[in-house]
């Protein structure tokens, strides 16, 4: 279930990145989204690292033209999601509460990232809009999200 997941949102998102543009009012992260909610189900952590690097390193292949640069991300806020999930049980506003810290890391850090490497100009505005046209469309997605985890984990274990 968890590759299941990681793929129709790394799938969507280019979907939705065809139709709304990254500069836009709404800014699809789905597969940063669907990281921070497959998080429960691993097991170890050495694993759910796995994931999360070759997911950022098809990201990169497949959406920027970069390498490594989603997947060192990616991998970092893995940790980050792990941290919160030890701290923050799995119910739906502790979901909430890693959804958009994670979505403010992760904007704060690509940010941080592209004005080292002189990409581009440092702007405060700029990176507030990014935060909040960020967490708009994907906590919409995460909470929809959630709540098809949430029926389809009662009905694997009903049978």
């Known amino acids: 279930m968890k590759v299941i997941i990681l793929m129709v949102s790394f799938l969507l998102e280019g979907v939705i990145s065809n139709f709304v543009s990254m500069n836009g009012f709404f800014a699809p992260l789905?597969?940063?989204?669907?990281?921070?909610?497959?998080?429960?189900?691993?097991?170890?952590?050495?694993?759910?690292?796995?994931?999360?690097?070759?997911?950022?390193?098809?990201?990169?292949?497949?959406?920027?033209?970069?390498?490594?640069?989603?997947?060192?991300?990616?991998?970092?806020?893995?940790?980050?999601i792990m941290r919160l999930n030890i701290v923050l049980s799995d119910n739906f506003v502790n979901i909430l509460i890693t959804l958009v810290l994670s979505i403010i890391f992760y904007r704060v850090i690509t940010y941080g990232l592209l004005i080292f490497i002189n990409s581009m100009d440092f702007d405060f505005k700029d990176l507030g809009l990014s935060i909040v046209r960020s967490l708009i469309l994907n906590l919409f997605y995460g909470l929809l999200l959630f709540v098809i985890i949430r029926k389809l984990n009662l009905k694997v274990k009903h049978y």
């Open 30 to 80: 789905f597969t940063l989204v669907s990281l921070i909610l497959i998080c429960p189900f691993f097991e170890s952590s050495a694993n759910y690292y796995k994931y999360a690097f070759f997911t950022g390193l098809s990201y990169d292949l497949f959406y920027t033209d970069t390498i490594l640069f989603h997947a060192i991300i990616f991998s970092f806020m893995t940790f980050i």
